[in-house]
């Protein structure tokens, strides 16, 4: 398959100004006529529409049909020769045949448990009609849908509609993967919202029959985002309705389909008895996404795919500040350092590292990664940082102003902040240009009066990319004194080149510098730094990030100890520390769940390999095991005391009060267990348990204690909740994330014996697959291969049925180099097997070619 390039970008011979599409629905033979109103751009030349998977009927110019040799039709491709087209406007007539239930790979137009639905971005509109499809054209369009299904929707606004038909029409012009159709038996959840100039708009969230009680909290977020973009940003909602549809089948989180945002049910529905306070967390963070990109993102799009980065960047960026708005900055930012680092420290560390806008891709779907999203959104966060609040919200709001419309570029972007700043930002811009994670060393200097603080900055090389130039990088940091008391308060410090020292002069005495308050860039420092100063920091900085920053440093460092010499003692300043944090009250109790949290597995096999070892993930479980059970040795009357005390027998609210105190409770219950090898807390937490977030929290504990009552807890959540697929996922996802290790490979591949496992449903497939490989570490990396076997096996037969799913999950090997040579010869030969596979998807041969190269 091609090599699609940035460098190449050639603007549209050919624009269209409006689309006029009618569909008659039928589940294996979909007719759709399609009108496109035509205007060439770049002179005389042929016009080439992508068009897959289709059945062409007709297609006619200007009501003219076009002779047989005009035209030029491949697999993926229809081009209609110059000579053939008209010299000024012209109207471009086709219609096709498709096949939605056919359509298994959730892309186009497919259904979804007899439902329609649709599937764009990025290239999904090709698998429905012949079209330009490329965001740089931008259309207005009129939709007629007719069927027999109750309930037809499309973008815009509804113009018209009668039985068996409806008709759509989006006056905003959009790029064709923001199209969207929905039709089925569907109910709605409606509610309404004034915006900030008095219009009032319609709000429709859209479900099965059975689901509509579980609507309401997705309404409120979608409200309070719709309010939160007029206030923080001026963006105001632009039609008369805006709609959100839940559906069962689904490749990721949510779409932003113009006016119809199509969602995952697990992203929608939420009831205290299904979901999880995380999933109430994700379900608001993802409705204020997807109601984002209605500015950025939709009325501003992307000029090309390789610009994917300015609106998810952007919209993610705004998604942070709306959630730190909503439950508190301190945790959130925890949180989204500790998915970045999760995820995109991963990814920039390994063969499949690219910059935050890639240079060349073979399948865009392959792009939708953490580096474009998470990375994307620091990006934004220090260049908010460098120029300040104030002059990043002129930035913005000239943005808005000057782009309205247009399909964008990164360059776009950059220049309205150096024309709101007057400074060149050329330097800064390499962030989107190179990958990597720069690593920060630093050196202090004290005479007795000046303190001087030498930082250096290096960026490995990766793939493509050998040598690195400096980055930008603001480092927000403040100084503390032995006493606590803060001698220099937040200050940015701009890191510009390969080595820098800053001075501050007059101090009186040596200082303790607090670097990266709030991660104020997304680096990896490198500083050596006594356990000592570790607990000094976790005990006294006013900066809440480095405060579970130290204590997360510090627990690493005992960790990779442990992992590589499993006799080691465990320094009991740790455990105290820990324990005067827990009996701090002024501390916030989801900030006190994150700080007594132990890093992940994969965190400590980064630290051993830090260390110059090579991490055995047994060791590195068993070092977590024991580290835990040693902090709940020292603390357990506390731990038990607080836990009682945190027993709330109010009915269940989702608010993030309440949703901290069940996380710090969850996280007692967790160190309470290692304790107790019957684990009669957790029998009796799950036993009163009222809500998901409860059950999720025992139930995990019983399974890795292998008890017998484990199984019986599973079977009477099965016989309650099997009819509800989101509850049937947790309940998958559980046992393959917490069955021990040694044997989890067996049990996983039990559950996929399971008639419930429906592994064509990507929810079904990556709640017992995808958590086996990505959560369960230890077990999927068992040194006889068990864990490589399995996945592979298992992404052999989803690849022709759903390569998008398939590619995503074989992100698993990444890591494989990091493995002893044993493990990496297994993971090198099942990759192998998957290169090796005649038909692979370009998607999926894409992700283990970089793996392998
Ligand atoms: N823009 C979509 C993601 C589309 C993924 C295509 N493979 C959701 C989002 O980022 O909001
Ligand atoms: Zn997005």
């Avoid at 993802?286 to 984002?292: L, P, Q």
């Avoid at 919200?393 to 990164?410: K, S, V």
């Avoid at 348990?689 to 099965?718: V, W």
């Avoid at 097997?833 to 970089?850: C, P």
């Amino acid at each position: 398959p091609p090599m699609i390039k940035l460098s190449d970008y050639q603007a549209p011979a050919f624009l269209v100004r409006h689309v006029d599409l009618k569909f008659c629905l039928h589940p294996t033979a979909t007719r759709v006529f399609s009108r496109l109103e035509c205007v060439p751009n770049t002179g005389k030349s042929a016009f080439l529409l992508n068009g897959e998977e289709l059945q062409l009927i007709s297609v006619e110019i200007d009501g003219k049909p076009l002779a047989d040799d005009a035209l030029i039709l491949t697999e993926t491709t229809l081009e209609i020769a110059a000579d053939a087209l008209p010299d000024g406007d012209f109207t471009l007539c086709c219609e096709t045949e498709i096949n939605p239930e056919g359509n298994t790979s959730l892309d186009g137009l497919y259904m979804s448990k007899g439902m329609y639905c649709t599937q764009c971005e990025a290239e999904g509109f090709r698998k429905i009609t012949f079209f330009p499809d490329r965001p740089d054209i931008m259309a207005t369009y009129s939709v007629r849908i007719e069927s027999d299904e109750p309930v037809m929707l499309s973008n815009g606004n509804p113009t018209a509609s009668g039985p068996g038909w409806a008709e759509w029409h989006d006056p905003w012009p959009k790029p064709s993967y923001l199209f969207a159709l929905v039709a089925g038996n569907l109910v709605s959840y409606d509610d309404s919202f004034l915006t900030m100039s008095g219009r009032e708009v319609g709000l429709k969230i859209y479900v099965r029959p059975g689901d509509k009680h579980r609507c309401e909290y997705a309404m409120d977020a979608l409200k309070r985002s719709m309010r939160w973009d007029e206030q923080v940003y001026g963006r105001e909602y632009d039609l008369d309705l805006f709609m959100i549809v839940a559906v069962d089948d689904f490749n990721m989180g949510a779409m932003e389909n113009k006016g119809l945002n199509i969602f995952n049910s697990k992203y929608v529905l939420a009831s205290a008895e299904i979901a999880t306070d995380r999933d109430y967390e994700l379900i608001e963070g993802i409705i204020a996404h997807e109601y984002f990109h209605n500015w950025t993102g939709n009325r501003i799009t992307c000029r090309d795919w390789f610009q994917l980065c300015l609106k998810e960047g952007l919209t993610v960026y705004r998604d942070q500040q709306f959630s730190g708005d909503q439950r508190g900055h301190a945790v959130q930012r925890i949180d989204d350092v500790k998915m970045l680092r999760a995820r995109q420290f991963r990814e920039d560390a390994g063969p499949l590292a690219h910059p935050v806008r890639p240079e060349e891709y073979i399948e865009i779907n392959n792009f939708y990664t953490a580096t474009v999203y998470e990375k994307g959104a620091e990006v934004i966060g220090m260049l908010r940082t460098l120029v300040g609040a104030e002059a990043y919200e002129r930035a913005l709001t000239l943005y808005f102003q000057r782009h309205d419309g247009q399909a964008c570029t990164i360059e776009d972007w950059i220049k309205v902040f150096e024309d709101v700043t007057g400074t060149d930002l050329a330097q800064f811009k390499r962030w989107y240009s190179q990958a990597g994670t720069p690593r920060i060393s630093v050196k202090e200097d004290w005479d007795g009066n000046t303190y001087m603080l030498t930082l250096t900055q290096k960026t490995d090389p990766t793939p493509g990319q050998p040598d690195k130039q400096p980055l930008v990088i603001p480092v927000a940091s403040g100084l503390l004194g032995s006493d606590g008391t803060e001698l220099h308060s937040t200050e940015v410090l701009v890191l510009d080149k390969a080595e820098q020292t800053y001075r501050f002069e007059g101090l009186p005495e040596k200082p303790i510098p607090s670097l990266f308050r709030g991660f104020s860039a997304p680096v990896i420092v490198e500083r050596k730094i006594s356990n000592a100063e570790r607990a000094f920091l976790l005990a006294n900085d006013t900066d809440p990030f480095n405060k579970w920053e130290m204590g997360r440093a510090y627990a690493l460092d005992l960790l990779s100890v442990l992992a590589t010499d499993a006799e080691s003692t465990i320094e009991p300043d740790f455990l105290n520390a820990m324990a005067t944090l827990l009996e701090d009250q002024t501390l916030d109790p989801a900030f006190k769940a994150l700080a007594l949290s132990l890093p992940s597995i994969e965190d400590v096999m980064d630290a051993v390999r830090q260390g110059g070892g090579t991490p055995d993930p047994m060791a590195c479980y068993d070092a977590l095991s024991r580290l835990d059970t040693a902090m709940a040795g020292r603390m357990k009357g506390t731990i038990e005391q607080i836990y009682n005390a945190l027993d709330n027998d109010g009915p269940y609210t989702p608010d993030p009060q309440a949703a901290g105190e069940r996380s710090l409770r969850g996280r007692l219950l967790g160190l309470i267990s290692r304790l107790e090898p019957n684990v009669e807390t957790a029998m009796r937490h799950l036993a009163h348990a009222d809500n998901m977030t409860d059950i999720m929290q025992a139930l995990p504990l019983l399974i890795r204690a292998g008890r017998p009552e484990a199984k019986e807890a599973l079977g009477s959540i099965y016989e309650s909740w099997k009819h509800n697929d989101l509850v049937l996922d947790k309940w998958f996802a559980a046992q393959a994330m917490a069955t021990p290790p040694e044997h989890a490979a067996e049990a996983v591949a039990q559950l996929t014996e399971h008639p419930d496992f429906h592994w064509k449903n990507p929810n079904r497939f990556r709640s017992v697959i995808g958590v086996f490989a990505m959560a369960n570490v230890a077990g999927f990396h068992r040194a006889d291969g068990a864990g490589y076997k399995l996945l592979t096996d298992w992404l052999i037969r989803l690849d022709p049925v759903n390569p998008q799913t398939t590619a995503r999950l074989a992100g698993a090997f990444e890591t494989w180099r990091n493995f002893d040579d044993g493990r990496q010869a297994l993971m090198l030969g099942n990759m192998q097997r998957i290169a090796d596979l005649k038909g692979l998807s370009k998607d999926t041969g894409e992700i283990i070619g970089r793996i392998l190269e």
